[in-house]
């Protein structure tokens, strides 16, 4: 039995410190199930639509990389835990969209997951998202205990 669809969504404004300005910013908690992924990914694209983002083909790409983003989160990071929770948090600047997953797992190295470039690779266990991830985005850097992951998407 699956426990109860639990989105939170918070929104707020959050200073930033090198322009001393604030900027737009939504945070969810979502439960470490998969069923919870597109609602979430609606969720955070009507935010992003609604400070901006433009472009069938930019909305596409921020969809794609979210999607793959909690996947991760919740099959890797969190095995899909009932006790554990994906926080997404989205900032919203002039230049760009942030979005940030940070799962309750114990983390990974995101260097030992090389590109799919050979046939056989495409067969292998792990990687495959954050190859895509990494052609979707602009910019996407992980914290130092590999629990969270980063993506910039610059507005176009």
């Not at 322009?19 to 979502?30: E, K």
């Not at 948090?89 to 230049?95: F, I, K, L, Q, Y």
């Not at 629990?147 to 998407?153: H, R, T, Y």
């Amino acid at each position: 039995m699956t426990s109860p669809m639990r989105l939170s969504v918070q929104r707020s404004d959050v200073l930033l410190p090198e322009a001393a300005c604030t900027a737009p910013r939504i945070s969810l908690r979502l439960p470490s199930e998969l069923r919870v992924i597109e609602e979430a990914v609606d969720v955070v694209a009507q935010h992003c639509e609604a400070e901006g983002l433009c472009g069938r083909r930019a909305r596409f790409q921020l969809r794609v990389a979210l999607c793959e983003a909690l996947a991760n989160a919740i099959l890797y990071g969190n095995r899909e835990d009932a006790s554990k929770h994906v926080d997404v948090h989205v900032t919203v600047t002039d230049p760009a969209f942030t979005v940030e997953v940070i799962d309750e797992g114990s983390g990974y190295n995101p260097v030992s997951f090389e590109a799919p470039a050979l046939p056989d690779d495409l067969e292998a266990a792990g990687g495959r998202g954050l190859f895509l991830i990494r052609q979707l985005v602009d910019h996407v850097s992980f914290n130092d205990r590999g629990n969270a992951i980063c993506m910039v998407l610059r507005r176009a």
